[in-house]
Each structure stands twice: as C-alpha cells, then as structure tokens.
C-alpha cells in the first residue's frame, strides 16, 4: 500500500510537479523563440518604416526594393535645441522613444508647450533628406502625438523650401476603425500635399479644421478637411504636427535651414 502510494501518478504533488515542469519547458521555448526571432522582426520593422519614409517622399515602386530605394535618402541627426546637425549619436541605431525616456538623452517637455502629450522627447532626432546633385529635394520628419485612443507615429515630408509640405503618412496608430483611422485613407492624405506650415512667422499655423475647408477660406493655405466623426483625431494630429515643427521640437532646425538656404 505504501509503496502504491509512493508512485501513484495521479497524486496531487505528482500532478503539480508534472504541471510546473511543462510551464517551465513551454516558458523556454517561447523565450528562446523570442531571442531567436528578434533580429528578423527589428529588421521587419525597420523595413517597414522605411517603406513608409519613401512613401511619403513618393519614392517607392512598386515591387521596388527597399533597401536599394533608400540608399537614396540621407538619415542625419539633429540636435533639436540648437538645430544643428549632430553626429553624437548615430541614427541607424538611434530609437528615439526609448532615448525619451532616458535622463541623459531625454528631456521633459514644459506642460504649457507639450501640445502633443507625450510628457517626455529625446534631445536628438533622425532627419531624411533626399538629395539630387547634391541640392536637398525633400526633408523628411518623424512626428508622433496622442491622438484620442493612441500614440501616432508617422512622417512628415517637406519641399526644399523647408515650408511647403509634400505628404503626411501614419506608420502605427489604433484609432477607431471607420472613423480615426481616415488619416490611412488616401484621398485625405493628399489634401496634405501643397499646403503650408508657416504663415511668415516661426509658428506653424496647419491645422485640421472641424468640417470641411471652404472654398473662399483666406486661411485655406494652412487648412486640412476634418476627419467625420473623429473630431477629437483630428485634434491630435493638429497639435502632433504643430508640436514637431514648433520651437520645442524641429522649430530651430527649419528656421537655420530656410536662413542657411537663403
């Protein structure tokens, strides 16, 4: 009977034993799986990302490859206190979120001028230009804010006049589907293409309006159609796009660039 008792499998010690030497042997696995696939989702990612910068430059072909596609476009960092060109940090291995966060590379954001809502930015930030025979065709920036359910992240790219804009393309987002997630539909992101971050002074005035623009609208220049029944993203993507273009995020870099291209 003892003996029967010692090796009765279904016991509970037995069963509990059994039960944390496959949570222990799955946990292995998945970890080791993670460790194993990172480097091909980073790789993914970044892909991804720059799939979506060439887009926005309107640089990609279809079928195109990507890393050939971008060969053409120059990353630079900028220190966006002075907006000069810094070689500091490197930006093919830059993450500027996580850098946010960090003390040294970090910096809060005063709460009157974090229009935005991300609290916190990273004293550096990846700029891409695009060049032709050595002259600047387009300048592309990362811009990213709270919209009403998430963060958005996406670029912005600009003419060689460091003002007019060429297109606004969102890489991740999850914004209300049908309603928020209309800044991904084509035929509103070209309403982004012509339009003007500044109106002669230092302050971006692009915004997107409540409604459509009208017609006879002085102000039509710097205005974007709302987004229906996404009032609140629309918002988001205003004070996004004015905050990395104002004077606490890429504000300094655009004005020396208009002056140095004087």
Same mark, same amino acid.
């Given at each position: 009977?003892?003996?029967?008792?010692?090796?009765?499998?279904?016991?509970?010690?037995?069963?509990?034993?059994?039960?944390?030497?496959?949570?222990?042997?799955?946990?292995?696995?998945?970890?080791?799986?993670?460790?194993?696939?990172? %480097?091909?989702?980073?790789?993914? @990612?970044?892909?991804?990302? *720059?799939? &979506? #910068? !060439?887009? /926005?430059? =309107?640089?990609?072909?279809?079928?195109?490859?990507?890393?050939?596609?971008?060969?053409?476009?120059?990353?630079?960092?900028?220190?966006?206190?002075?907006?000069?060109?810094?070689?500091?940090?490197?930006?093919?291995?830059?993450?500027?979120?996580?850098?946010?966060?960090?003390?040294?590379?970090?910096?809060?954001?005063?709460?009157?001028?974090?229009?935005?809502?991300?609290?916190?930015?990273?004293?550096?930030? %990846?700029?891409?230009?695009?060049? @032709?025979?050595?002259?600047? *065709?387009? &300048? #592309? !920036?990362? /811009?990213? =804010?709270?919209?009403?359910?998430?963060?958005?992240?996406?670029?912005?790219?600009?003419?060689?006049?460091?003002?007019?804009?060429?297109?606004?393309?969102?890489?991740?987002?999850?914004?209300?589907?049908?309603?928020?997630?209309?800044?991904?539909?084509?035929?509103?992101?070209?309403?982004?293409?012509?339009?003007?971050?500044?109106?002669?002074?230092?302050?971006?005035?692009?915004?997107?309006?409540?409604?459509?623009?009208?017609?006879?609208?002085?102000?039509?220049?710097?205005?974007?159609?709302?987004?229906?029944?996404?009032?609140?993203?629309?918002?988001?993507?205003?004070?996004?796009?004015?905050?990395?273009?104002?004077?606490?995020?890429?504000?300094?870099?655009?004005?020396?660039?208009?002056?140095?291209?004087?």
């Amino acid at each position: 009977m003892s003996e029967k008792k010692a090796f009765d499998r279904d016991s509970i010690s037995n069963t509990l034993i059994v039960a944390i030497g496959l949570s222990l042997v799955c946990s292995i696995i998945v970890a080791s799986a993670a460790i194993v696939l990172k %480097p091909a989702q980073e790789r993914n @990612e970044e892909e991804f990302r *720059q799939k &979506i #910068i !060439l887009e /926005v430059a =309107g640089l990609m072909e279809p079928g195109g490859n990507v890393a050939e596609l971008f060969g053409a476009i120059e990353p630079r960092m900028v220190d966006l206190a002075t907006g000069e060109y810094t070689d500091a940090v490197d930006p093919a291995s830059f993450d500027a979120l996580m850098a946010a966060g960090d003390p040294v590379l970090g910096t809060d954001i005063p709460q009157d001028e974090d229009i935005a809502g991300i609290r916190h930015r990273a004293k550096y930030a %990846p700029v891409y230009l695009v060049t @032709e025979d050595g002259e600047i *065709q387009q &300048i #592309i !920036l990362p /811009v990213y =804010g709270k919209g009403l359910w998430s963060t958005m992240l996406g670029y912005l790219s600009l003419a060689p006049d460091g003002n007019t804009i060429k297109g606004l393309r969102f890489y991740a987002h999850a914004e209300t589907p049908g309603l928020g997630d209309q800044v991904d539909k084509e035929a509103w992101r070209a309403q982004w293409d012509g339009k003007q971050l500044f109106a002669g002074g230092d302050e971006p005035k692009i915004h997107v309006v409540r409604g459509k623009v009208p017609a006879d609208s002085p102000n039509a220049a710097y205005e974007i159609d709302g987004l229906s029944g996404a009032t609140l993203t629309g918002n988001g993507v205003t004070n996004l796009v004015q905050y990395w273009t104002g004077p606490h995020g890429f504000g300094p870099y655009l004005k020396k660039y208009r002056e140095d291209s004087q």
